[in-house]
């Protein structure tokens, strides 16, 4: 018999950006693992210097970083990481995005305007990832701005497992607008909770800038309501979507999204909306000035930390999600 047999041997190797340690080392600690040895610093004009510490040859690499602020320098260090992993030799490179910078930008909605969110797919593909992670992204049809694996995960069965224990299922689940229907029901569905639905009117003129028309599509009259979203930026749907619940009827007003951005002024307008609680997750950064008593953050490390094992250990990820993602 001629040739030479070696055994396969698998190896995860984990990597992180800057952007969001905490959540790095929380899902380190869920895999039973620990940050890869690297280094990664600023040159005094501002470019990014990286380099492993460790030898990568062969490994299953999942680079970890969330495009908060400043989106820009987050998508390129993450870019630079995953160069350096290919040129490193890295069996396969995973990109581990909790947030993708520039989704709501996935479409051209006016003329001469670019589709930013396919140029971060092309970037992501051109340093040489190899597949995607990435939660609850703005829009599904991200997906298709990649020709390799994405797993879309979602931090639905979270939030819906915080209220389901908080009130027994017990509310109405609102949809801020008709973009968000489809999460609302699957929202409501796991509830077993009636669905209504706020009319929204979005400026072209101004950026950022939403309207709610006085008009509530359901029953939410002396009903305790909880308000949907994948995302709040400057939270003006959020709050002016619980002000006219309220005028509506509406007992209490609960809200929650995945990511929280929380851009100005969003933080005084959760101060001073009728909004109970705001239920968010930790795919970006909280600093301590926008940490409001009325701010709930969970733990998305479990999850993702269960999607890269099965990645790494090639079983199916929608099991994870029973079908939700």
């Known amino acids: 018999m001629s040739g030479v047999e070696i055994s396969p ?7 992180a950006g800057r952007s969001n340690p905490d959540l790095a080392e929380e899902i380190a600690k869920e895999l039973g693992t620990t940050l890869v040895d690297q280094q990664l610093e600023d040159f005094a004009n501002g470019e990014i210097r990286f380099r ?7 490994a299953d690499v999942f680079i970890f970083q969330t495009h908060a602020d ?19 030799s890295a069996k396969r490179i995973s990109a581990v995005i909790p947030f993708y910078g520039y989704s709501r930008q996935d479409r051209k909605s006016r003329g001469r305007e670019p589709i930013s969110g396919r140029l971060v797919a092309d970037l992501l593909t051109v340093a040489g990832a190899d597949r995607v992670l990435s939660v609850d992204l703005h829009a599904d049809q991200i997906q298709g701005f990649f020709d390799k694996p994405v797993d879309h995960l979602t931090a639905l069965p979270l939030l819906e497992q915080h209220f389901l224990e908080r009130f027994d299922g017990d509310v109405v689940v609102v949809s801020p607008d008709a973009g968000r229907i489809k999460v609302a029901e699957k929202f409501a569905g796991v509830m077993h909770s009636p669905l209504a639905i706020l009319h929204k009117r979005r400026r072209t003129d101004v950026h950022n800038v939403s309207e709610t028309t006085r008009e509530v599509i359901g029953d939410v009259r002396g009903r305790r309501c909880v308000l ?3 995302m709040i930026d400057t939270a003006g749907t959020m709050t002016n979507g619980a002000e006219v619940l309220m005028e509506f009827g509406a007992e209490e007003v609960y809200a929650c999204a995945t990511h929280g951005v929380l851009s100005d002024p969003a933080v005084d307008r959760l101060k001073n909306s009728p909004i109970k609680e705001l239920v968010i997750t930790n795919t970006l950064p909280i600093p301590p000035e926008k940490q409001l008593d009325k701010i709930t953050v969970l733990s998305i490390a479990p999850i993702v930390a269960s999607t890269i094992r099965a990645v790494f ?3 199916s990820v929608s099991e994870i999600f029973q079908g939700q993602n």
Do not use: H, T, Y
């Not at 041997?9 to 990597?15: I, M, N, Q």
């Not at 492993?52 to 062969?58: A, D, M, T, V």
């Open 9 to 15: 041997r698998k190896r995860l190797v984990f990597a």
């Open 52 to 58: 492993f510490r460790e030898n990568i040859r062969g």
């Open 70 to 88: 400043p989106v820009n320098k987050s998508i390129m260090e993450q870019l630079i990481m995953i160069d350096a992993a290919k040129r490193a």
């Open 228 to 230: 949907v979203d994948d």
């Open 313 to 315: 250990e090639d079983k």
